[in-house]
């Protein structure tokens, strides 16, 4: 959230060891969302009703500027019940102290709802009536939902007889949010707004991805209409298809946008985790807008991320023949941002899209960065070691279909590591774009063990954990390759050294091993 001039991330924390257990609410604050403080836990478990975790939830703003927090408990009893704190005091800017309330549980499993699927409250948002009204992610029968919750005070809260959405098509919805997007705008919408150029976006978490559908919104009413559900006539939206899960947003009122946060798992195992320290990782936060379609919505890193360039290298017009890989030098590769385009003369010779190539991400494993085609793959090798025996590829191919041609964006994990124990993943998404008549766009923010991509000016992201033995620190490679028989153009390229984000920390915050 951001309040008074500083922004305030609150996280899933184990203070003890970097494994799952002893969940608390971290607290780290920063002024421009790239460097970052670390304050005093928020949260940590010890009343009977979050006894065994402080689990995930959301801040609120309340009328007059308060925020407050709700969160799952996991009670004496492990159930799980939503409950609020408070600030202790308002007139610190940065929030180091909060109140639980003595009103604790507000929200329990009653009525049939399932003690162990009912968490991650979300922003709560005002109707026109003035009442609260609040989502809470829920799994009846095998099926996902989110259940709504109104309240006058806060305190007080009543089930709305039926969920504002679920789904039979999905699971346990973990992590909801809702909230609205401006038609044709280019600014974030507050959560509470009753602007009727807006369209309102769903998420949920569910199977390892984080899933959103578009649809109207009628306040009054609370009525919710889908303009195409979850995993319906072949519609698979998702936020990040690779490693990226639980996210959050916030609408940051400083500078009038949604941002995104997203959770980055690890690839490898508890074993390395413990050996290193830490485990998980939070993306770089993302704007989020809606696309000009009004069928999808646009991500792209914060403005803020770019005050990090210093060394900078470029290109123009440069011919990339079939079969060839260009080196890309001068920059600390294990560290960068990359911004690059293709354009492509003909399209004639694209091989045929087959109608039963409907998932991206087996299409991605099956077709992988070495498979070579007519147009592609084509994009870029990071993280990649002098003689490629270690790379992660970030690619694109396209397929002609009956009236149109298909793009695929592809990450290719499965050369990343020379290690066997790390997950290598192959990841894909299809993307909204006409190669006919517009480039094909790929930005990729390389951060030694992440590499996030935003392919066709974010229209698709696909993030990735790699763990290189051989392709770390200054021995690290970026390449750009053509893999297909077709010539390719680049237009532009554009790359960056990244300098370290500022990451310090108020207070001790590691405890001592209480084993």
Not at 41 to 53: E, Q, R, T, V, Y
Not at 256 to 271: A, C, Q
Not at 419 to 428: D, L, M, N, S
Request: charged fraction near 20%; include cysteine.
């Amino acid at each position: 959230m951001y309040y008074k001039g500083v922004y305030h991330l609150f996280y899933q924390y184990n203070p003890y060891a970097a494994v799952w257990g002893n969940i608390t609410w971290a607290h780290s604050i920063s002024y421009d969302l790239v460097n970052w403080i670390n304050l005093d836990i928020a949260l940590s478990p010890g009343d009977p009703f979050d006894i065994n975790g402080c689990w995930s939830g959301s801040t609120t703003f309340l009328s007059g500027e308060k925020p407050v927090i709700l969160y799952t408990g996991s009670d004496t009893m492990n159930r799980q019940v939503q409950n609020l704190a408070e600030p202790k005091n308002l007139s610190d800017p940065l929030l180091r102290e909060w109140v639980k309330s003595s009103h604790n549980p507000l929200m329990s499993p009653v009525d049939g709802i399932d003690p162990k699927n009912f968490r991650d409250p979300t922003t709560a948002w005002q109707g026109p009536d003035g009442l609260w009204r609040v989502l809470v992610g829920n799994e009846m029968d095998g099926h996902g939902r989110a259940l709504l919750y109104r309240s006058q005070d806060f305190i007080t809260w009543s089930q709305s007889k039926e969920p504002i959405h679920s789904s039979t098509r999905t699971g346990m919805w973990e992590c909801p949010d809702f909230y609205p997007v401006s038609i044709d705008g280019k600014n974030g919408v507050e959560t509470s707004s009753l602007d009727k150029f807006t369209k309102q976006v769903l998420k949920a978490s569910f199977d390892n991805s984080d899933h959103y559908v578009l649809g109207n919104y009628t306040a009054v009413t609370d009525n919710f209409l889908v303009d195409t559900d979850f995993l319906d006539n072949g519609s698979d939206l998702r936020y990040d298809y690779g490693n990226f899960y639980a996210s959050k947003t916030f609408f940051d009122s400083g500078k009038k946008r949604r941002i995104l946060w997203g959770w980055i798992l690890e690839s490898d195992n508890t074993t390395d985790d413990v050996k290193k320290g830490w485990s998980g990782l939070q993306s770089i936060p993302r704007t989020i807008l809606l696309s000009k379609t009004g069928k999808q919505l646009i991500q792209w890193p914060l403005e803020e991320i770019e005050k990090q360039r210093i060394i900078k290298v470029s290109f123009e017009n440069k011919e990339l023949k079939g079969g060839s890989v260009l080196e890309v030098s001068g920059i600390t590769a294990s560290q960068a941002d990359v911004e690059v385009s293709f354009s492509l003369s003909s399209l004639k010779e694209a091989e045929l899209m087959d109608p039963s190539w409907v998932d991206p991400k087996l299409l991605c494993s099956q077709k992988t960065a070495s498979v070579r085609s007519n147009v592609g793959p084509f994009g870029i090798l990071v993280l990649a070691s002098k003689d490629l025996t270690e790379q992660t590829a970030i690619f694109f191919r396209v397929f002609r279909s009956k009236d149109n041609y298909v793009v695929l964006m592809c990450s290719d994990q499965s050369r990343s590591s020379v290690e066997e124990g790390p997950q290598k993943t192959i990841y894909g998404a299809f993307i909204d774009i006409d190669p006919l008549n517009e480039k094909i766009s790929l930005r990729s923010l390389i951060d030694h063990s992440i590499v996030e991509s935003f392919g066709g000016e974010g229209r698709a992201c696909i993030t990735a954990r790699v763990y290189p033995k051989l392709a770390i620190d200054n021995q690290a490679y970026l390449y750009a390759f053509n893999n297909g028989t077709l010539n390719v153009n680049i237009p532009t390229l554009n790359a960056w050294s990244m300098k370290n984000a500022q990451i310090v920390s108020s207070t001790k915050r590691r405890k001592p091993n209480l084993n």
